[in-house]
């Protein structure tokens, strides 16, 4: 590298670090009026400087303003005809905003924010990825009006485009190269960082002007996610159905794009997420994500996958609570029957199997699931219909016990009730179910005789035993118990036979 450099930026005998960034900097400042480097040269500077500067020690004449000035003119304004040296200098601001937090508020100051949006209407997939990393990083801690990035500068367009682009490239089955993955990565990020600042944004203004107006204040106003990346939500689920599902589905790009649906808004774009022709196609994917991520050996807790999955799983699970809370009944009745327990289910207690609704409810109900099992819950709740009683004809009172009393939600007498053996969900509609265990009465084993297949002499011994056993309990003091023998004698029910 050192052999590409123009000799006024290479280093002299005894130079440091600091000495040599300097060097850099000023040559690379020198060539934005006078033009003097020529494109290797101008490439060679900036990758050297990119070295220098992923350690900030020593580093810092890159974190100032001035240095970063340098930096966006080589990358937005001065290369326009040379795109190598503009994306290298892109890869140095990348790296300054990523190490050093504060050079993110003086590029906002610089009004280079602007400029990455309108770049990002380029097609390259390695211009994508550095600007959305650029862009991504300035959502974090500075005074950017990001409203204005998505409509006025036409981001939000720039980026339903790129994503549309993936998902043409996918469909295609063309190759993807990594770097293509990784802008799409970066780009998925970026969406999910707009759809939540930009709300939050909308919302805090529009509650301040409900201050000032001394409007009372019940719901939050319009939803500001409304109509954002909107264009995009079919083609993120298009590229959830043609990628090949990893062994642990929860990773990149797979739960980026999962993230990046979080912050649709589905009532909006409704005909687009459950598309009249088929309007389970996207949930069955999503169950099919949902299903391989959770290993069906978790009940071994502390397994790898388990632990993955309770780092990953709670994006996946607040995905179906949004969709339930918008779907058409054929969408919910699907979901329906493939989380809750089925009738077969029923020949044992719930949650004893390896089906995926058996494998949600041990989840629901793990220690070591602290991350996910409430949402596990939340949405078992959710789709029995936010009813306490039909939430424990669905998985048992068992499993829904500790959900119901943590949120102060009242047990219905009938669920629990001497008739509530009898009584049917949806899931047990033809057979009475324990509501404990929610296992079918016919199926629970039939307890036997503990006295069958013995003589009268030797019952008779046997509760001698016990009656010695009961009187020594007794007098420990230990608790206050009264003999069945003796008690059976006071109500009259004991017979002496001659």
């Known amino acids: 590298m050192a052999s590409n450099l123009p000799i006024t930026a290479r280093s002299a005998p005894g130079d440091d670090k600091l000495k040599q960034v300097e060097r850099l900097l000023e040559c690379l400042r020198m060539d934005l009026t006078d033009r003097t480097l020529s494109p290797t040269h101008r490439a060679a500077t900036l990758e050297k400087l990119k070295v220098f500067g992923r350690d900030p020690k020593g580093s810092d004449p890159i974190f100032t303003r001035e240095g970063i000035e340098t930096l966006c003119k080589h990358g937005f304004i001065a290369n326009d005809d040379d795109v190598a040296s503009a994306r290298e200098a892109l890869r140095c601001l990348a790296n300054a905003l990523l190490v050093v937090p504060k050079t993110r508020q003086i590029f906002v100051d610089l009004g280079f924010p602007e400029k990455a949006a309108k770049k990002f209407e380029s097609d390259s997939a390695d211009d994508e990825f550095l600007l959305a990393r650029i862009l991504l990083m300035i959502t974090y801690g500075t005074t950017q009006d990001l409203q204005s990035l998505v409509t006025e500068q036409g981001l939000e367009q720039s980026i339903d485009n790129a994503i549309e682009r ?9 190759s993807i190269s990594p770097m293509e ?8 990020k970026l969406i999910f960082n707009l ?9 805090q203004k529009a509650e301040a002007e409900a201050s000032e107006k001394d409007l009372e204040k019940t719901e939050p106003p319009v939803d500001a996610k409304q109509g954002l990346f909107v264009k995009s939500i079919p083609n993120l689920f298009q590229l ?23 912050g649709a808004d589905l009532l909006v774009s409704n005909t687009l997420a459950f598309p009249a022709e088929n309007e389970t196609i996207h949930m069955e994917r999503l169950v099919e994500i949902l299903d391989k991520s959770i290993d069906p050996k978790f009940t071994k807790i502390g397994a790898p996958s388990g632990e993955k999955w309770d780092e990953a799983g709670v994006p996946l699970i607040t995905l179906f609570r949004n969709i339930l809370g918008v779907a058409p009944e054929g969408v919910k009745t ?4 493939k989380l809750l327990p089925c009738e077969e289910e029923r020949n044992q207690p719930l949650g004893k199997g390896t089906t995926l609704a058996a494998r949600l409810l041990q989840l629901s109900a793990a220690a070591a699931a602290a991350n996910t099992r409430e949402h ?12 306490p009683e039909e939430f424990i004809q669905n998985i048992g009172y068992g499993y829904a016990s500790g959900f119901l009393l943590s949120h102060n939600f009242p047990i219905p007498a009938s669920a629990l009730g001497s008739d509530a053996a009898a009584s049917s969900s949806a899931a047990s509609a033809s057979r009475p179910v ?11 084993p039939r307890s036997s005789d503990p006295f069958a297949g013995m003589s009268e002499e030797e019952k008779e011994r046997e509760a001698e035993r016990l009656f010695v056993l009961f009187e020594r309990l007794k007098k420990t003091g230990v608790v206050d118990i009264k003999n069945p023998v003796e008690q059976a004698i006071d109500e009259g029910r004991f017979e ?3």
């Open 166 to 174: 993936h998902a043409k490239r996918h469909s295609d089955a063309k």
């Open 240 to 262: 959830l159905r043609l990628r090949k599902l990893p062994t642990f589905p929860l990773q990149p790009p797979v739960s980026s794009i999962i993230n990046a649906l979080l």
């Open 376 to 387: 596990i819950s939340n949405l078992l709740y959710e789709l029995s219909s936010k009813s």
């Open 434 to 444: 324990n509501p404990i265990t929610g296992q079918a009465l016919d199926a629970e």
């Open 195 to 203: 759809s939540h600042f930009v709300a939050a944004d909308k919302k």
């Open 181 to 188: 993955d990784m802008a799409l990565i970066e780009t998925l």
């Open 496 to 498: 002496e036979i001659e």
């Open 334 to 337: 699907y979901l329906k029957s």
